[in-house]
């Protein structure tokens, strides 16, 4: 139970499109989703919280014009990276906590964007 | 803010040697301590957590970690590490006032047969 699917697994685009990625919680609800970012060989950095319903809440550095997160339900996050460039090339992953019953927070297997 | 720092970046290690990985947080509250592993090309495995309870932690693989509240720590160990055991390890941190889960710089473990 508690799985987070998440489309593409890998993108490639032209520098200037924009790139949408999908997170679906697939059998929960998740009024809450959170997109990350790993850069290579580092850790993970939080972007922004996906809130179901209202506008997402970002961590600080994070462009919200440039990476916008829709939650419009409570099983569907879209994180669009727009007027992509090679810079942003990265790995994006999206959680959702399952805080209740102590069980976390469950991962997609993230996307790989590649600006070219 | 919380934050997390896991001072290791890359331990090198000998089949059967001991590991122990440091992961310390900044924050006052109550927080719930996670360790995941990320194999190479694959992605998060959980592989302990701590809500409450024995400070103590048992996961898989071998694996254990100890919450010491008072220095901040969530320390992973283990006693006699594999080569299968190479791996990119990440400490994480929810303090309980939100539901954010906020990672630490990670440790790059390799080990060698």
């Known amino acids: 139970g508690a799985v987070v699917s998440q489309h593409p697994s890998r993108v490639i685009c032209k520098s200037g499109t924009s790139v949408k990625i999908e997170c679906r919680s697939l059998?929960?609800?998740?009024?809450?989703m959170f997109w990350y970012r790993q850069f290579p060989k580092k850790s993970l950095m939080l972007m922004a919280t996906?809130?179901?319903?209202?506008?997402?809440?970002?961590e600080q550095g994070v462009e919200k014009d440039k990476f916008l997160i829709n939650h419009a339900s409570l099983t569907l996050s879209t994180l669009t990276v727009t007027s992509a460039h090679p810079e942003d090339s990265s790995f994006y992953i999206c959680?959702?906590?399952?805080?209740?019953?102590?069980?976390?927070?469950?991962f997609g297997s993230g996307t790989r964007l590649t600006v070219v | 803010a919380q934050s997390v720092s896991q001072h290791n970046h890359h331990v090198i290690l000998s089949e059967a040697a001991s590991l122990e990985l440091g992961c310390n947080y900044s924050?006052?509250?109550?927080?719930?301590l996670f360790w995941y592993v990320q194999y190479p090309g694959q992605h998060l495995q959980l592989l302990l957590k701590?809500?409450?309870?024995?400070?103590l932690v048992k996961g898989i693989k071998g694996f254990e970690a100890e919450f010491i509240k008072s220095k901040f720590s969530f320390n992973l160990r283990k006693p006699s590490v594999q080569w299968s055991d190479t791996a990119e390890y990440l400490c994480?941190?929810?303090?309980?006032?939100?539901?954010?889960?906020?990672f630490g710089t990670g440790t790059r473990l390799q080990v060698f047969p």
């Open positions: 959680s959702a906590s399952i805080l209740m019953g102590d069980i976390g927070y469950t």
């Open positions: 059998d929960f609800q998740a009024t809450t």
């Open positions: 996906s809130n179901e319903g209202s506008k997402a809440t970002y």
């Open positions: 924050y006052g509250g109550t927080v719930n």
């Open positions: 701590y809500f409450s309870g024995d400070p």
């Open positions: 994480a941190v929810n303090a309980r006032n939100t539901d954010k889960l906020i």
